[in-house]
């Protein structure tokens, strides 16, 4: 970052598009996995396309490593810049340019806040779906490059599924134009391979997106269990059932101390040792229907209380809870390790069961909450970075967690990403042969793989596919991994 280029970079974004002096760094040295820190040279913040895809070419040619942010709320050291460089933060993109009714979609660029989406939206009798927890403060553009998930998208699906277009800044600066949604396209699916990338293809500007229509009737229920078990073969008994509510969270004992000791308090009984949260959306005969299937399993599973939202306000202080109970957990302790990871909802319980007795080997406190339609498990390890001891076990649980689940037919994440956190993952969950795949599309989207280094693909496998090029791959390539 010599002198040239930060007045050149100055000259595109003025002096409020960029931060450079050691304590304005501070915030940016990492997202909310704040136990892996690293501070970046400088961070700049576009306001327009056109300005970030300037930057983007002087960072090119200057051979800058560039790692894209959106709201920071991510949880796996997605927006961590391991290998300093510069931070470019959409923040300052916030507009929402077209709010289309007819065509039930929207146009927003990437730093709008997925919430501020749906209240564009609203008048419309619209809303746009994918509701991470964090929705109050994470961007859309932060959704497209973690494929967000959250608790209505067992009914709705997670962000890949409502993304109709994107702008995108590659990483030489030259911007692919995808904005316009294709009904019928042809070729190679270039939106949906972005989307979950991590920033590691390039920078999302601008995002056409989906919108839903508001249901005519949304019924909330709260279901009160005297353990765990109960709540999670509830879910299991939904789902064999073919229920379709929209979305299914369970909260254990210590959540619920949490939030209701907290500004999110919602009316959750804290002597509980488990609540269902369950959600229901469509026709008032439709949610009639389910409501009566619903509820004769959560009594026949042993519910012990069960309530309905008697309204919008209710119900609105239910989810609240729900959302805020990972800010809650500060109450508990000073920092919070969220995991991620899904397994097959039928085994929710064993699992459940297991991450609590790994914590409980390593003498750690566990609150679980989770998207238990999904079988998305969210095992919260409370700890206190300062005890280097207590870190080293939180890894640990980590690590054995992630083993557990893939080991019993899941997956590494379900709405995280793999970021920073899960990289030795990786090689649990993929074949080499599969690994090497996936760095040949990086390679063809970054070849110089300045975007985002150092996350979602282990550097050794990628390092591989450099030295031992497919036949057919130019020679240019060979001598890159050669030179690597």
Known sequence: MDAALIAALRNVLGEAGLVGSGSRL?????????????????????????????????????????????????????????????VISLARMRDVLEVDPAGRLARVQAGVVNADLTRAAAPHGLFYAPDPSSQMACTIGGNVAENSGGPHCFMHGSTTRHILGLVIVCA????????????????????????????????????????????????????????????????????????????????DRLTIQAVEASV?????????????????????????????????????????????????????????????????????????YVADAVVPRTKLRRMVARTAEICRERNLRLATVFHAGDGNLHPNICYDRRDLDEVKRVLEAGRMILQECIAAGGSLTGEHGVGLEKLEGMDMLFKQADLATMCRMRDAWDPERRMNPGKLLPVRACREVRTNPLPGVEARDAAAGAES
Do not use: N
């Not at 920078?203 to 229920?221: A, D, F, G, S, W």
């Not at 949260?277 to 469509?282: D, H, K, W």
């Open 172 to 251: 030489d600066g030259e911007v692919l134009d995808l904005s316009e949604p294709q009904p019928d396209p042809s070729g190679y699916d270039l939106i949906g391979s972005f989307v979950g990338s991590e920033g590691t293809l390039g920078l999302v500007t601008e995002v056409t997106v989906k919108l839903t229509r508001v249901p005519p009737v949304t019924e909330t229920l709260l279901a009160v269990f005297p353990g765990l078990d109960g709540a999670c073969d509830s879910v299991s008994d939904m789902i064999a059932a073919r229920l379709e509510p929209s979305a299914l969270e369970i909260l």
């Open 264 to 336: 999110f308090a919602a009316g959750y009984p804290k002597t509980a040792e488990a609540v269902l949260l369950v959600e229901l959306e469509g026709s008032a005969l439709e949610v009639d229907v389910t409501s009566k299937d619903v509820l004769a399993i959560l009594e026949q599973r042993g519910a012990i209380e069960l309530r309905k939202a008697r309204d919008p306000l209710e119900r609105r202080k239910l989810w609240a809870g729900r959302k805020g109970a990972f800010g809650a957990m500060g109450r508990i302790a000073p920092d919070l």
């Open 26 to 86: 501070v915030p940016y040295e990492s997202d909310g996995l704040a136990m892996l820190r690293h501070t970046p040279e400088m961070v700049l913040l576009p306001r327009t396309t056109a300005e970030a895809a300037h930057s983007m070419r002087l960072l090119a040619e200057a051979g800058v490593p560039v790692v894209g942010r959106g709201a920071g709320t991510g949880l796996s050291g997605g927006a961590t810049p391991v290998e300093g460089g510069v």
